[in-house]
């Protein structure tokens, strides 16, 4: 797995890639603020106080704008049901996981398969 680029790249060697997705997922594209200390603060609520404290001591306090806005909302719940549906989840199991509606992940799964696999053909005569 490639790291992230730029300021996601370096909370990623402070705090590792699945805090960091974390992070990105909860606060992507929006600013957010390295406390003095971390006990009690908006970080260590996302990431935990051990990491919070790794931020400060290797990025420093202050104000920093996170990239990957699309981490967030539709964009990366539509990644996330594609990811599962490619993994073998069904379109149930999906829906329940990223917050969608089941015709939202059918819609994903035909857009996958290159058509709509929604409606099975029945056999009219």
Known sequence: MDALPGIAGQIEEAIGRELTERL?????GTEISIPKFARGSMLSEIVGLQATEKMIREIGPGRLKLPCGTMRGAKARKAEAIRMLREGASVPQVALA???????VQSYRAEMSGGDDRQMDLPFE
Do not use: A, V
């Open 24 to 28: 990105l997922k909860r606060r992507g």
């Open 98 to 104: 990223c917050d969608l509606h089941s015709r939202t």
